[in-house]
């Protein structure tokens, strides 16, 4: 039997939630912000100190180790447990406070530094499955940082738990922690070669049993929007505001459908996230997202066209459309491995759980590195609330996690 204790897992977590590593969608460094090695140091000297010897820290914030396979057999498939260590720009991450709540009795949670921050088991009814055992929040002014410090935990406890117990058998285990990937930049100095693994599992999901092979695939578009720039004092019927058109195609986008906040299970998206510019030129940023890529294809040629009617009308006014391609379905590639997926599916129910097969409405670095040739699904961690001042997890999910990673690198070795 594999037990990992929730105690010590949520002492590891408020740990490493305290260390700030939000990311910075607008910086060009990589990583976008310097405080991220922080983490990767700490997480290099922890894995150092388990006696793992094979351990490098990159000028990226990268974290590679390996734990060196301990069967007789010959040809089993190296296996790399990833999560990334930034957290997301939507809320502070600075000067985060854990709260751990030992033994949650369903009663509300008033978050004692913001009391209008409220953890509600009516607003968050996966709080019932952790009535009687422990769960962890924030304070109320910061995120917690479970997305994907939750991720991060299991893989380092699961990493003792190997080191501590040569007695499991299993092939060559690869850690990779990643930067930057909340601001999709995740895998762009990842070094395959230098990880070594075949196959792969990202750490980077919600409630207990979830087991994700299927995701959105995910371009951006940029509209640019030339209009007709004269002093203002001159301007009547010559002046065309290019802030004016922006607004207007933006006005123009369907009211009940298309957007995240009106579509769900298998719909896809466009999504506005930002307007900049002045009168002579602006720009409008897009996700778009679809889980099909002809379905992509089509968002695209509808989004222009709509765009391309809303500037016709503003004579002298002219756009470019472009696209930029972030990632795609992981599935395509997935279905290829199958026993990638079945092997993950096994290992949780070995824990005990009930698996739940889900397709994510988002991506995680899984998407790339099953395109960078690691086929790379996603595992629970227990995650809720995530990007927002009531996020929160419980610890049994996250030490269900770590045993979830022990039983799979056994299952590799077994299968081999």
């Known amino acids: 039997m594999i037990y990992i204790s929730p105690d010590n897992v949520a002492e590891r977590f408020m740990r490493y939630v305290q260390v700030d590593t939000q990311s910075n969608p607008n910086s060009n460094t990589y990583p976008s912000t310097d405080k991220q090695k922080d983490l990767s140091k700490l997480l290099h000297r922890e894995l150092q100190a388990m006696g793992i010897t094979d351990t490098d820290t990159d000028e990226y914030g990268y974290v590679y180790a390996t734990i060196p396979g301990n069967s007789d057999k ?12 930034d957290t997301a720009p939507d809320c502070s991450g600075t000067n985060v406070k854990p709260i751990l709540h030992r033994y949650y009795d369903g009663n509300d949670i008033v978050l004692p530094d913001d009391t209008t921050q409220v953890l509600k088991l009516a607003d968050s009814p996966y709080l019932k499955q952790h009535i009687g055992s422990g769960i962890i929040t924030a304070s109320g002014n910061t995120l917690l940082g479970a997305d994907d410090k939750s991720g991060v935990t299991a893989i380092m406890e699961a990493a003792l738990y190997f080191m501590q117990n040569p007695s499991v058998k299993h092939g060559d285990i690869k850690i990779l922690f990643t930067p930057d990937e909340e601001v999709g930049r995740g895998t762009d100095k990842a070094d395959m070669k230098k990880l070594g693994a075949q196959f792969g599992y990202t750490l980077d999901g919600g409630e207990a049993g979830c087991l994700e092979d299927e995701t959105f695939s995910a371009d951006a578009a940029t509209i640019t929007i030339n209009g007709v720039i004269v002093h203002p ?24 459908e298309w957007s995240p906040e009106t ?28 889980f099909e890529e002809q ?19 503003f004579a002298g006014a002219t756009m470019l459309y472009d696209t930029m391609a ?30 739940k097969k889900e397709a994510i409405r988002g991506g995680t670095d899984g998407s790339r590195l099953s395109y960078m040739g690691m086929p790379c699904p996603n595992i629970f961690t227990g995650m809720q609330n995530i990007h927002s001042r009531l996020e929160w997890v419980g610890t049994k999910d996250m030490a269900k996690a770590a045993e979830t990673i022990v039983h799979l690198a056994m299952i590799w070795e077994e299968r081999s």
């Open 74 to 85: 010959e040809n089993i498939p190296a296996i790399c447990f990833c999560a990334h260590i």
């Open 233 to 256: 004092g001159y301007a009547k019927d010559k002046m065309v505001n290019a802030l004016k058109v922006a607004a207007a195609i933006i006005d123009a986008l369907p009211k009940n």
């Open 263 to 290: 579509t769900s299970g298998k719909e896809g998206f466009v999504h506005p996230v930002a307007v900049n510019g002045i009168a002579e030129q602006a720009t409008i940023q897009f996700i778009v997202r679809d």
């Open 295 to 313: 379905g992509l294809a089509a968002h695209h040629e509808r989004l222009k066209q709509l765009a391309l009617g809303v500037v016709a009308s």
């Open 326 to 355: 972030q990632y795609r379905n992981m599935k395509k590639i997935l279905d290829k491995y199958p026993q990638v997926v079945a092997y993950a599916e096994e290992a949780i129910l070995r824990t005990g759980l009930a698996v």
